[in-house]
């Protein structure tokens, strides 16, 4: 029982190029989350999905999309990478949507656009 | 929303009991406060979760008066391992709106 696994753990991008982050869960949870977390930050919601076959956006959804591929994987798609979009990605998932849901979090995705 | 406030950051020795309080003046009838650990460089993990009074497990416990606006977490016993954020969050299931985790409290525990 892997929980929620990430890939890749650290990437570089140079500002334009794109990448997806993967994300998948053996819990059997239906809700699925990407955060993002800048230095001294808290996390912060970019997308969801509540259920498969839904996604949503978050706090801060621009500049990325999402694929809610199965009830396992949640994929997390940079277009057109920026020097902004440095940050560390969470995954996370929930058995149900919502903050009280416990939410059980991936390893993380270091991310650095150059 | 139920907005969270929590202090920045508290300091411990190891063997102390640590009490971080956090404050939700708009906590609604159907919301649970829920409490994370986040360790540096690893996704946050669940500690401890409650609607009111008191919850008891093996890392910790949560205290919430009967008016629900604010929680304790209390930590007995801290040790150098505990240092780490904890985030406070309020909220319900169903509703993303609020998770907000904001910035947490940063206990640093000293030998």
């Known amino acids: 029982n892997a929980g929620v696994t990430q890939t890749p753990k650290f990437q570089v991008l140079k500002t334009g190029q794109s990448m997806t982050l993967q994300c998948a869960q053996d819990m059997n949870h239906n809700s699925m989350y990407w955060y993002r977390q800048d230095p001294g930050m808290g996390l912060r919601l970019i997308y969801y999905?509540?259920?498969?076959?839904?996604?949503d956006k978050g706090e801060v959804p621009n500049g990325y999309n999402v694929s809610r591929l199965n009830k396992r994987e949640f994929s997390l798609r940079l277009e057109s990478a920026a020097p902004s979009q440095t940050s560390v990605y969470f995954c996370?998932?929930?058995?149900?949507?919502?903050?009280?849901?416990?939410?059980?979090f991936g390893p993380g995705t270091r991310l650095l656009v150059l | 929303l139920a907005k969270t406030t929590q202090p920045i950051s508290m300091d411990s020795y190891e063997g102390q009991e640590v009490n971080i309080t956090c404050s939700h003046n708009?906590?609604?009838?159907?919301?649970?406060i829920t409490w994370y650990q986040q360790f540096p460089s690893q996704g946050p993990r669940f500690i401890i979760q409650?609607?009111?009074t008191k919850v008891t497990n093996e890392v910790a416990s949560l205290f919430i008066p009967a008016d629900r606006k604010s929680s304790t977490l209390s930590l007995p016993r801290v040790s150098l391992s505990d240092t780490a954020v904890y985030y406070c969050l309020v909220g319900d299931t169903g509703n993303t709106d609020k998770l907000i985790f904001g910035t947490g409290t940063r206990l640093q525990v000293f030998p």
């Open positions: 409650g609607y009111k």
């Open positions: 999905s509540a259920s498969e076959g839904t996604t």
């Open positions: 996370a998932s929930s058995e149900w949507p919502g903050a009280g849901e416990t939410q059980y």
């Open positions: 708009n906590i609604a009838t159907n919301d649970y």
